[in-house]
């Protein structure tokens, strides 16, 4: 499986962005697709997923109400709508897909078997 993330650039704060994530087969329907980032010199962290059982979004606390996944089956795309961007949002995004994790380690960026390449956010003050 191959992930091609896109969407991302320079935006002002209090601006929006639309990252993609798009997969080379179609897997999204059975597995939890997620959303992490990594700004220099940290580690990747989780910012937002669906699960595979469920569909069920789940956001870290940081994004909650500004950001929002979504998928289209039939696209075999994941997007991540960012709204009301800040600077300390400026990081690197990766699109990532979980064939077999359970719920309890959706944020452990361990538990995900393929990852996009990334695509880089930055939100000037």
């Known amino acids: 499986v191959q992930l091609q993330a896109s969407g991302g650039g320079l935006v002002q704060a209090g601006g929006s962005l639309r990252l993609s994530c798009a997969a080379s087969?179609?897997?999204?329907?059975?597995?939890?697709v997620a959303w992490f980032y990594q700004a220099p010199g940290k580690e990747r962290e989780f910012i937002a997923a669906?699960?595979?059982?469920?569909?069920?979004?789940y956001y870290t606390d940081s994004v909650k109400g500004r950001f929002t996944i979504s998928r289209d089956n039939a696209k075999n795309t994941v997007y991540l709508q960012m709204n009301s961007l800040k600077p300390e949002d400026s990081a690197v995004y990766y699109c990532?897909?979980?064939?077999?994790?359970?719920?309890?380690?959706?944020?452990?960026?361990?538990?995900?078997?393929?990852w996009g390449q990334g695509t880089l956010v930055t939100v000037s003050s």
């Open positions: 087969v179609g897997t999204f329907y059975t597995a939890t």
């Open positions: 990532a897909v979980g064939t077999r994790l359970i719920l309890s380690s959706l944020t452990n960026f361990r538990s995900y078997d393929y």
């Open positions: 669906m699960f595979r059982n469920t569909g069920r979004p």
